[in-house]
């Protein structure tokens, strides 16, 4: 019903910036909430943020806050991630995901769609 495709990874130094985007197509008038998730070698998918799609309300995790802002443009359905003051420990796949639900939160199993992923990596 939903696409999902991500954009704008790549190789940055620590301290660096980067902005992934989020292009979704299909059903997109379903779409009530878009969220950003991560995963790193060895290690489960971890939620990032994610903001709702009428009001833009924004739920960061901890350890993003501060340092990422989630941002969106209705009318071309796509959602982005400026990331700021990178680290080393953000290195990761990073995932887009879509929700059809009221109150998406930060469980992946919230979401109902899911981007193909691209890898952000920071260097020391």
């Known amino acids: 019903q939903v696409q999902l495709v991500e954009s704008g990874g790549g190789l940055v130094q620590a301290g660096g910036s980067l902005r992934l985007s989020c292009a979704a197509s299909?059903?997109?008038?379903?779409?009530?909430?878009m969220g950003w998730f991560r995963q790193a070698p060895g290690k489960e998918r971890e939620f990032v943020g994610r903001?709702?799609?009428?009001?833009?309300?924004?739920l960061y995790a901890d350890s993003v806050k501060g340092r990422f802002t989630i941002s969106r443009d209705n009318a071309k359905n796509t959602m982005y991630l400026q990331m700021n003051s990178l680290k080393p420990e953000d290195t990761a796949v990073y995932y887009c995901?879509?929700?059809?639900?009221?109150?998406?939160?930060?469980?992946?199993?919230?979401?109902?769609?899911w981007g193909q992923g691209t890898q952000v990596t920071v260097s020391s």
């Open positions: 903001i709702n799609w009428g009001g833009g309300r924004t």
């Open positions: 299909g059903r997109t008038f379903s779409i009530y909430a």
């Open positions: 995901a879509a929700s059809n639900s009221y109150s998406s939160g930060s469980s992946y199993y919230q979401y109902d769609y």
